[in-house]
T-cell receptor, first 112, second 118 residues
Framework: AQSVTQLDSHVSVSEGTPVLLRCNYS??????LFWYVQHPNKGLQLLLK??????LVKGINGFEAEFKKSETSFHLTKPSAHMSDAAEYFC??????????FGAGTILRVKS | GAVVSQHPSWVICKSGTSVKIECRSL??????MFWYRQFPKQSLMLMAT?????????EQGVEKDKFLINHASLTLSTLTVTSAHPEDSSFYIC??????????????FGPGTRLLVL
């Protein structure tokens, strides 16, 4: 069965430093993968998605993720963190029939 | 971009009462909507898939008689929590797929409804 594992429940970075949120997936075929962000008291927002096109996917707000089949990874990165990036991030895999399976989430804290 | 709304955003009710939550796609049509539940400090769990004009498909372990779903139009799905109990207190989130955007698999999420059952 398809699943995703977010390797860190919490990540803390200083403003202006790089962000790395790690995600590994498990899938028997080429998956569709997504990263969503959830700010407090707000709905989930799609950051980016991979659907078997380019392996390096660029998203909104300067985020990007690279699909690495050999490592079954889809890590989310950003070169320079901003205070407004503080939120919870979910790595998500599509399991067919339009169903999404969410990872446990990673809370990103940005220190000034 | 595509917008999904939910109403109410907050609801507090007494144990044993029923609560209806609405999910609307505001600027697109959605033949398929999804209902998720998120407990504190946990991830989203899919409860059911709501299909316009037909019965919802429930995930394993979700009681269909307790969580009634109606998807009567291309822009509205409702989730009714019947005879709510304190353990039903949670954050309920809906999402919708754009009917005209089927190839892209993108789901647009509502802001969620926080339910507290006393």
């Amino acid at each position: 069965a398809q699943s995703v594992t977010q390797l860190d429940s919490h990540v803390s970075v200083s403003e202006g430093t790089p962000v790395l949120l790690r995600c590994n997936y498990s899938s028997s075929y080429s998956p569709s993968l997504f990263w969503y962000v959830q700010h407090p008291n707000k709905g989930l927002q799609l950051l980016l998605k991979y659907t078997s096109a380019a392996t390096l996917v660029k998203g909104i707000n300067g985020f990007e993720a690279e699909f690495k089949k050999s490592e079954t990874s889809f890590h989310l990165t950003k070169p320079s963190a901003h205070m407004s990036d503080a939120a919870e991030y979910f790595c998500v895999v599509s399991v067919g029939g339009n169903k999404l399976v969410f990872g446990a989430g990673t809370i990103l804290r940005v220190k000034s | 971009g595509a917008v999904v709304s939910q109403h109410p955003s907050w609801v507090i009710c007494k144990s044993g009462t029923s609560v209806k939550i609405e999910c609307r796609s505001l600027d697109f049509q959605a033949t398929t909507m999804f209902w998720y539940r998120q407990f504190p400090k946990q991830s989203l769990m899919l409860m059911a898939t709501s299909n316009e004009g037909s019965k919802a498909t429930y995930e394993q372990g979700v009681e269909k008689d307790k969580f009634l779903i109606n998807h009567a139009s291309l822009t509205l799905s409702t989730l009714t929590v019947t005879s709510a109990h304190p353990e039903d207190s949670s954050f309920y989130i809906c999402s919708a797929r754009d009917y005209s955007d089927r190839a892209k698999e993108t789901q647009y999420f509502g802001p969620g409804t926080r339910l507290l059952v006393l």
